[in-house]
Structure formats: structure tokens, C-alpha cells
């Protein structure tokens, strides 16, 4: 057994750990070397990659306030200019007006479309209306409007007669724009009671019913539609229909809609004309094998 | 072979991909070929790392060889007479003094396997602040050749690989084929490979003594090949056929047939001449074995007995041959602490004993350096 003086120090021997592992490329196989390359590209290309898009959002960051900055003097350089409109019955001029864009000194990217959408809709005729900027200058507004089936002749708060327009949503509105002659030849709905609401009126229930009637008169007897003066919901479900021919012709709703009421009443009307009889007082087409007609004449 | 290992979430291990190549540019454990055998020992890291999806980071090797031996340092140091008990600057010094002894130039140390310290011609696990005048520290220094450890190294590097610990082949075997209670009681590991044997000798929990020599399975087939004249690839496989570690059949008109195949060139074999001629070479292995241990291969101090691994252990009767050699029981190791299925063989202990080493280093740098989280997720095993 060696017995050695304590020293501070004693002689290392050589470690396995002391033989050099630096890799050359010489040294390497082919398949380890091609390991190693796609490994550094790799590597490289994630870093390319990390360093690009720190250096796009230092450059983001830092030119978001430039960006801002430029945008709203952009917005302020961007006057409008042109008002591009499209609708059916109201005008431009109307769209104009209601909107309030008639000044000069107007900002296209100041404009709040969304305010000016809820204001164009508020109005009862239009069912819904679009509005987009269109750069550099152009405001574009796209209105789609409500299509009357019936009209009703009411009075206003200062007891004026006026003319209300009702759709086949049963929405209740003051048509602006219309031609008289298309009003005019809107049958009068009746036997409703109008309530006000919201500085309108309530909707009517039942007008999808009603729509497939005037709707079926219209295509298949038009010539019985034209003398339709009041339709009137007075005996609702039924429809009472006042023309020039009957005073009263009642129609009944069926699932299969009004093709065949319309049918019979137009073949009484022909047979009555047949026997010169211009006019009957009632004709109720709700019975299924029997049509009873009362003519003029009997009643008192 | 290539195993590889991931260390999972609570410190376990799954072994998750393993790639095998055929052995070419070795000869009795030394690299002759190095192009050669860096084709193999890459072929199998590529297939192992298909095989579990992932880059290995840092490879465990194991070398073996006839180049790997080991001799015993011995210093002493008198305890500092003021305390007059052992201070940790005494264990530091006396253990610097036992690792100092100088090697050879192209000797390389690869393990120092600490035996318990003397304290006063008394033995001591731990002498820490016991008092005593007189403190020895005994190493069994393992060491190898530079240019041939090197050469190892040095193909793991080729696949830009870095070689984090290499450890003797029977000393990774031995951590997973022995038990503690065996490694307590004393036991010897002996890892049979084609041109090496390996080993490793335990006593009180820890290995002691451990070395290698070139003798192994190859020189079983070159004996077999010599002495009954046949080619060296018959040889190998009657070996495997009907070779067994001790001589069987005593009735030595019992034939067998050299290829088995009916065509021109077959011929009758002695089966007593096969037998005779492998339990003359394991017998020889064992006594070179037994030589080597010196006191420590004796029967009294083996109460763990002796276990086998590597591929020359899947030897018929080999636990028998080495029973008769070292006079206690002998076995052959089985990975069934570690592993399931194939891996459990004794072929694969090496490999496995590998990832144990590495489960264990990662364990202490975790516990040493840990704020580098992840940095240590993996940990593989490599063994030629």
C-alpha cells in the first residue's frame, strides 16, 4: 500500500472524457453529414424566420402611431363627393334630405353608416336598406322598399282624410312617392282597427292571408281583381270582397288557396250577365256544393 | 444495437425505439474497420431513431475489448490530528491520492470503482466525522486504450453525436441482471460477447472489481471449426444447434448432421466432439474469469452466486459449466425488472443497463442543475 504525505494537490490521471468529440465534416459519413446539413438548415431557416417576425412587429409597433396618424389625415383628405342611390319608389332627392346629406364639408370616413342605416329603416316603407363607402369620394346606398297590396283611407289627427299603405307583412306606412294611379287602384282594406305605436301603427295580422287572395285574383281573374273596390276583414277568417259586380262576395281560407272560389264566382258573375243581371248583393262562396247568391233586388 | 430510451414525467423510462445492425469492422471487441463498422453502428441509430420518431441528443456507449483492464489504487492519509476525525477535505484527499496513480500514455481511466474506505484497518461506508488516525481508500481503476476508446468515440461522433458517459460493458449489464440483495451478499456478472467477455465483480452493494479479455463466442466457433474441420459459418451454426456448455451425451457413437441437408457435402458429426470441444472453451473462459478475481472469485465470497448475460450465455447448460468452475449457483440474467417481451433476454442487458446508467445521470444533473428544464428529456443507449 502506497502511504503518501497529505499534499494539496495529487497528479489526475487521464479521463476517456479528455478525448477531443469535435466533429469534422471529413470525418463524418454521408447519411450523418446530410443529418447535420438539414439540421442547420433547419435550424437557420427557424431562426430567419423568429428574426423576421420580431423585426415585422418591431416595425408594426412602432408605425402603429404613424399609422393612426396617417389614416385620419387621410380621412380628413377624403371629402365626399357623390352619393350613388338605388330604390325602388323613393327618390334620390327624398334619400337625400332624410339623410341629411345635402351639405357640403362632408367626410366619407366620418360618416356613421351604421346610424344612417337605423334611421333609412326606421321609415315604414323601407324594409331594409345597405350603405357602403366606396373610396376615394362615393357614398353608395342600396333601399329596398315594402310593396303595398291594400290601401286604407283613415284620418289624421286633425281629422284630414290621408291614405295609409298596408304590405303583406301587414306593416302599416305612409307611401311616399307612389303613383296615384297605382294607389288608386289598390283595393280599400276595412274592417281593421288601426292602432298607433311608436308614432306608426301596429302591424295587421292576417295580411299573409289576405296577400294570397288579392295575389290569385290578380293572376288568375284579373279581370275580377279590377273591380275589387274593399276587401274587408270585418268576418275574419272569412274575406269579404266588395266589387262592381257583387256587393258582398265572401271567401272562405282553404289550404289549397282561392282558385276554386274564384272559379265559381267568376262563372255566377258570367251566368248573371247572361240573364242581364249587372249586379248581386251577396255571394258566399264559404259552402262547398252550394254557392248562395242573393240578388239586388231582394234585399231591402 | 441501439436503444432508445425517453425519460417520462415521475423519472421512469420508456424505451421507445431500438435499431440492431450486423457486427462488421470488429474483431474481438476492437474496431479494425472504421468505415465499416461506423456503417453499422449508424444503420442501427438511423433505424432506431425511425423507429421511435425522434433525433437522439446524447449517446451512452459501452466498450469492452481486450484492451479494457483494471488494476486496484491504493493511498492513506493521517486524519487531521487537531479534530482528530474525518473531515471531508481528509475523504477529498485520500481519494484524490488513490485516483492519482499514473497511467501510460495511450491509457485512457473509464471507471474508478470505489470499495469501502478502511478506517484504522477497520472498513467504512461513510467515515464522515468518525474518529479514527488513519484513513485508506481503495479504487479499482478501469482503463483502456485512448487510440481505441477513441476510435469508439469517434464513430458516434461521425453521426454528430455527442458520447455523454462510457461504461464498461459488464458493469450496464450488471445494474440490470443483478439484484441489490445479490450485489449486497457478493455476486460476479459475467457478459459473454462474440469477441469479449466482460465482468464485474460486487461485494457489499458495489462493484469492485470488473475487466474484460478477448475471449468470447467466436472463439467457441474457430474451435469448432479447427477441430472438426468445417467451415467457421457451419461452425456457428451447429454451435447453436446442438452446442451445449458441458458434455451431454456421453455415448460418443451419437451423431448428428453437419448441415442437415441431404446434399453432397453433409457429414456425420460426433455430438460428444461438439459438446466437448465448447465445455473445454467455457470452461477456460471461466477460469480465466476466476483467475482474474483472485480472493474474490472464491465460493464464500460469491454468496450472490454468479449471473450471466450477453449472447454467449444463451448457451445451452452454460450456468452448469460456471457452477463447476466458481463452485456456487450461476443463472442467467433475466431484464424482467426493466423490460417485456424480447428484452428481456440476456442479449439486450447490456443495452438496457445503459439507459439505466443514463436514467440515473439525468436524475443527478436534474437534481443538480435544475433550471435547465428540458434540456435532458431524452437519454439513449448505445453498446457495440
Given amino acids: 500500500m502506497a502511504t503518501k504525505k497529505p499534499t494539496k494537490t495529487a497528479r489526475k490521471s487521464k479521463s476517456w472524457k479528455d478525448i477531443d468529440q469535435d466533429v469534422r465534416a471529413k470525418s463524418m459519413s454521408s447519411t450523418a453529414f446530410k443529418r447535420m446539413f438539414f439540421a442547420r438548415c433547419?435550424?437557420?431557416?427557424?431562426?430567419?424566420?423568429?428574426?423576421?417576425?420580431?423585426?415585422?412587429?418591431?416595425?408594426?409597433?412602432?408605425?402603429?402611431?404613424?399609422?393612426?396618424?396617417?389614416?385620419?389625415?387621410?380621412?380628413?383628405?377624403?371629402?365626399?363627393?357623390?352619393?350613388?342611390?338605388?330604390?325602388?319608389?323613393?327618390?334620390?332627392?327624398?334619400?337625400?334630405?332624410?339623410?341629411?346629406?345635402?351639405?357640403?364639408?362632408?367626410?366619407?370616413?366620418?360618416?356613421d353608416l351604421g346610424e344612417m342605416k337605423q334611421s333609412l329603416e326606421s321609415y315604414s316603407q323601407i324594409r331594409s336598406a345597405e350603405l357602403a363607402r366606396q373610396l376615394p369620394d362615393t357614398?353608395?346606398?342600396?333601399?329596398?322598399?315594402?310593396?303595398?297590396?291594400?290601401?286604407?283611407?283613415?284620418?289624421d289627427v286633425d281629422r284630414a282624410r290621408i291614405t295609409l299603405l298596408v304590405d303583406q307583412e301587414g306593416v302599416v306606412y305612409e307611401g311616399i312617392g307612389y303613383d296615384s294611379k297605382m294607389v288608386r287602384s289598390l283595393p280599400s282594406l276595412d274592417g281593421i282597427r288601426l292602432k298607433r305605436k311608436d308614432g306608426g301603427f301596429e302591424p295587421i295580422s292576417g295580411m299573409d292571408v289576405v296577400e294570397v287572395l288579392l295575389t290569385e285574383a290578380r293572376t288568375l281573374a284579373p279581370h275580377l281583381y279590377r273591380s275589387w273596390k274593399v276587401v274587408s276583414m270585418e268576418a275574419w277568417p272569412n274575406i269579404v270582397v266588395k266589387s262592381d259586380f257583387a256587393k258582398e262576395a265572401v271567401f272562405e281560407p282553404t289550404p289549397g288557396g282561392y282558385r276554386r272560389q274564384l272559379a265559381e264566382l267568376d262563372y255566377i258573375i258570367d251566368y248573371n250577365k247572361s240573364r242581364s243581371v249587372n249586379r248581386v248583393a251577396r255571394v258566399d262562396l264559404t259552402l262547398k256544393s252550394q254557392v248562395p247568391v242573393t240578388r239586388a233586388s231582394f234585399v231591402q | 444495437m441501439v436503444l432508445l430510451g425517453e425519460i417520462v414525467e415521475g423519472g421512469s423510462l420508456n424505451i421507445i425505439g431500438m435499431g440492431q445492425s450486423s457486427s462488421k469492422g470488429v474483431l474481438?471487441?476492437?474496431?479494425?474497420?472504421?468505415?465499416?463498422?461506423?456503417?453499422?453502428?449508424h444503420a442501427a441509430i438511423l433505424s432506431a431513431e425511425d423507429q421511435a420518431g425522434v433525433k437522439i441528443d446524447g449517446v451512452y456507449l459501452a466498450v469492452s475489448g481486450s484492451d479494457v483492464n483494471g488494476f486496484p489504487s491504493e493511498a492513506s492519509v493521517n486524519v487531521t490530528p487537531a479534530e482528530g476525525r474525518v473531515s471531508q477535505e481528509d475523504i477529498d484527499q485520500v481519494s484524490d491520492l488513490a485516483k492519482g496513480r499514473d497511467l501510460p500514455e495511450e491509457r485512457v481511466v473509464i471507471h474508478h470503482l470505489r470499495r469501502p474506505y478502511r478506517l484504522d484497518s477497520r472498513s467504512v461506508e461513510k467515515p464522515l466525522n468518525l474518529e479514527g488516525e488513519r484513513l485508506e481508500a481503495s479504487y479499482w481503476t478501469v482503463h483502456g486504450n485512448a487510440r481505441k476508446i477513441g476510435d469508439a468515440i469517434h464513430i458516434i461522433n461521425g453521426f454528430n453525436l455527442h458520447v455523454d458517459d462510457v461504461i464498461l460493458s459488464a458493469l450496464a449489464a450488471g445494474s440490470v441482471v443483478a439484484s441489490e440483495e445479490e450485489k449486497q451478499r457478493g455476486c460476479l456478472v459475467i457478459d459473454i460477447g462474440r469477441g469479449s467477455t466482460d465482468y464485474a465483480a460486487y461485494q457489499g452493494g458495489r462493484c469492485v472489481l470488473?475487466?474484460?479479455?478477448?475471449?468470447?463466442?467466436?472463439?467457441?466457433?474457430?474451435?469448432?471449426?479447427?477441430?472438426?474441420?468445417?467451415?467457421?459459418?457451419?461452425?456457428?451454426?451447429?454451435?447453436?444447434?446442438?452446442?451445449?456448455?458441458?458434455?451431454?451425451?456421453?455415448?460418443?457413437?451419437?451423431?448428428?448432421?453437419?448441415?442437415?441437408?441431404?446434399?453432397?457435402?453433409?457429414?456425420?458429426?460426433?455430438?460428444?466432439?461438439?459438446?466437448?470441444?465448447?465445455?473445454?472453451?467455457?470452461?477456460?473462459?471461466?477460469?480465466?474469469?476466476?483467475?482474474?478475481?483472485?480472493?474474490?472469485?472464491?465460493?464464500?465470497?460469491?454468496?450472490?452466486?454468479?449471473?450471466?448475460?450477453?449472447?454467449?450465455?444463451?448457451?445451452?447448460?452454460?450456468?452448469?459449466?460456471?457452477?463447476?468452475?466458481?463452485?456456487?449457483?450461476?443463472?442467467?440474467?433475466?431484464?424482467?425488472?426493466?423490460?417485456?417481451?424480447?428484452?428481456?433476454?440476456?442479449?439486450?442487458?447490456?443495452?438496457?443497463?445503459?439507459?439505466?446508467?443514463?436514467?440515473?445521470?439525468?436524475?443527478?444533473?436534474?437534481?443538480?442543475?435544475?433550471?435547465?428544464?428540458?434540456?435532458?428529456?431524452?437519454?439513449?443507449?448505445?453498446?457495440?
Fill in chain 1, 139 to 155: 357614398l353608395f346606398v342600396s333601399i329596398q322598399e315594402r310593396e303595398p297590396i291594400a290601401k286604407i283611407i283613415a284620418s
Fill in chain 2, 210 to 384: 470488473a475487466g474484460s479479455f478477448p475471449l468470447g463466442g467466436d472463439h467457441i466457433s474457430n474451435d469448432l471449426s479447427i477441430g472438426l474441420r468445417m467451415r467457421l459459418n457451419q461452425a456457428e451454426s451447429l454451435k447453436h444447434r446442438y452446442g451445449s456448455a458441458i458434455v451431454e451425451h456421453k455415448d460418443k457413437g451419437e451423431k448428428v448432421w453437419l448441415n442437415n441437408d441431404f446434399e453432397i457435402g453433409d457429414r456425420p458429426i460426433r455430438l460428444w466432439s461438439i459438446e466437448k470441444i465448447i465445455e473445454l472453451r467455457m470452461t477456460e473462459i471461466f477460469e480465466v474469469i476466476s483467475k482474474k478475481l483472485g480472493s474474490l472469485g472464491r465460493g464464500e465470497r460469491l454468496g450472490g452466486g454468479v449471473i450471466l448475460c450477453g449472447g454467449g450465455a444463451s448457451l445451452r447448460n452454460c450456468e452448469q459449466s460456471a457452477e463447476g468452475v466458481f463452485g456456487v449457483p450461476a443463472r442467467v440474467g433475466d431484464n424482467g425488472t426493466m423490460a417485456t417481451g424480447e428484452l428481456r433476454e440476456s442479449q439486450y442487458s447490456v443495452a438496457l443497463g445503459l439507459l439505466k446508467y443514463g436514467l440515473e445521470y439525468q436524475s443527478k444533473l436534474e437534481t443538480t442543475e435544475s433550471n435547465a428544464p428540458g434540456l435532458f428529456g431524452k437519454l439513449k443507449g448505445l453498446f457495440q
Fill in chain 2, 28 to 41: 474481438k471487441g476492437d474496431i479494425v474497420d472504421f468505415h465499416a463498422a461506423s456503417d453499422c453502428a
Fill in chain 1, 42 to 111: 433547419r435550424k437557420s431557416v427557424i431562426a430567419i424566420v423568429a428574426i423576421a417576425a420580431i423585426a415585422v412587429g418591431a416595425k408594426l409597433f412602432l408605425e402603429t402611431e404613424d399609422v393612426s396618424s396617417a389614416l385620419t389625415q387621410a380621412g380628413r383628405a377624403l371629402p365626399l363627393k357623390m352619393v350613388e342611390t338605388e330604390s325602388d319608389v323613393l327618390d334620390r332627392e327624398w334619400i337625400l334630405h332624410h339623410l341629411d346629406l345635402n351639405r357640403d364639408g362632408l367626410n366619407l370616413l366620418t360618416l
